[in-house]
Structure formats: C-alpha cells, structure tokens
C-alpha cells in the first residue's frame, strides 16, 4: 500500500521520489505542449498567461499554506496530549505513594503496567498505523477500581483521593485524544484538491513562450520541485505518529525511568 511505503521509508527518500515523481510528469508535460502548441503562439499571450497563472498561483498558494498549517497544528496537538498523557501517568504514580498499605503498590503497579502497555506495544502499532487493541485500557480501570475502594478517615489522604480522581479523568481524556490524533489525518477530497491545484500551477507555465526551451525547463521544473517540497511536508505531518517525523513518547520514557529510580519493577516494590 501507498501509504504504508510513505512512512516505512526515510523522509529524504521519500521527498527524493515524490520530487523525482513530479517533476518528470512537470517536464514531460512541457515537451508534449510545446510540440502541441507552437511557441509563435504562446509567446503572443504571455501577457494573459502571465496574469491568469499570478492569479491561480496566487489563490493556490493560501490553500496550499492552510492545509500545511492544518496538518502542522494536527501534528503539534498530538505531541502535546502525548506529553500530557504521560505527565499524568507519572503524577498518578507518584500519588499512589501516599495511599495505605497494601492498595499504594498495587496502584503503582498498575500505573506501571500502563506505561509499559503504551510503549511496548501502542506506540509501534501506531508507527505501523495498525490498530492496537483496549489492552491499554485495563490498568487504568484497575486503578480506577482499587482507587474508588480506599476508605481513609485521614483529610490528606481524602483530598490526594479526590485529586487522583480528577487526574485520572483527565488521563482518560488525554489518551482518547491520542488514539483519535493518531487515527486522523487529511480527508481525501483535500489531497484531490492540492494535487488538482498543483497540477494546473505546473500548466500555466506551459503556456509561456520563451526564447529558450531550456530556460522555459528550468523555470517549470523549478515551480515542481517547490510544489512538491510543501507537498511532502505536508505528507510528513499527516499522520502524526507515523514516519521519521513522528510525535517520540519520550515523555512516556521519561516517567518509566522515574519509576525505575523510585524503586518499583513491573508493579511491585523493589527490596
């Protein structure tokens, strides 16, 4: 598939053939119109050309910025419900240090155990752009579970319940917005309208006459390489968790190896 070969390749590579791509259909376009229509011809209406081809370019250039913007503004919200999510993990964490014996290590365990869940086996399926399960969802209605079963008679330890209550329905939150963000991207109908924009960008520049068909080459493929650099950067935004560009859960990283150094190993208190 199409999409799966995007993302599995490096980002130069992939930019190296959708340059190539595009700008060999750009050319080849130009030689079959100049043999089509003679430069006589089309040189006695650069004028209009000139006019008409300013005024699409115009008019493509602010949809081609909005949907770069878009897919850029896609890509920032992602990573920072990411981060968001596993700042929350790593307060739910520390939160179950100040719960009675014996419930505090089995909360901590089952923060542990979500964290492992969304690195080990969520964050590859979503590079792959696979779908990967409610296994996710388990430690935290576990936690949610023992959390609702702590019955304290002490004020701080109620209000950290309260508080970790609220945390916890905001993880909940936080990780909805992941699975969407990781499921979204640009619908179809707005890549038919960048790639038909593109494609009649590239044809009002068959229609100048130049002295020099070399000149008029390079001038054309100058215009598809820059069509096509936005074109993959676009591309590469897309689907934020997918390809060399990706949101990293290095938050998740981070809380894990604060778990580490708190003394815990897969939920259950280190000697």
């Not at 599995?8 to 959708?18: D, F, G, Q, R």
């Amino acid at each position: 598939m199409l999409v799966d070969w995007i993302y599995n390749v490096p980002t130069w590579e992939m930019a190296s053939v959708a340059c190539a791509v595009i700008v060999g259909v750009s050319l080849i376009g130009l030689v079959i119109t100049s043999r089509l229509i003679p430069v006589e011809f089309r040189r006695k209406h650069n004028e209009f050309a000139g006019f008409n081809s300013a005024l699409v370019g115009v008019v493509f250039a602010v949809l081609l910025a909005f949907v770069a913007v878009a897919a850029w503004g896609t890509f920032d919200k992602a990573a920072d419900t990411a981060e968001m999510e596993a700042s929350l993990a790593g307060d739910l964490f520390r939160d179950s240090f100040t719960m009675p014996d014996p419930i505090k290590a089995d909360l901590a365990g089952d923060m542990r155990d979500y964290v492992d869940v969304v690195l080990n086996q969520e964050w590859p399926a979503m590079a792959k752009g696979a779908h990967f399960g409610d296994d996710g969802w388990a430690p935290l209605y576990r936690f949610q579970q023992r959390l609702t079963r702590v019955q304290t008679s002490d004020l701080i330890q109620a209000a950290v319940v309260s508080e970790a209550l609220r945390r916890l329905n905001s993880l909940y939150d936080a990780r909805r917005e992941r699975i969407l963000a990781a499921r979204d991207h640009i619908a179809p109908m707005v890549w038919r309208v960048v790639l038909i924009g593109a494609g009649l960008t590239i044809l009002f520049t068959y229609l100048f006459g130049m002295e020099s068909f070399t000149m008029h080459l390079v001038m054309t493929g100058a215009v598809a390489i820059a069509l096509a650099l936005v074109i993959v950067l676009i591309v590469a935004f897309d689907y934020p968790f997918r390809g060399q560009v990706q949101v990293t859960p290095e938050g998740f990283q981070n809380v894990r190896q604060s778990m580490e150094m708190a003394g815990l190993t897969f939920g259950h208190a280190a000697p």
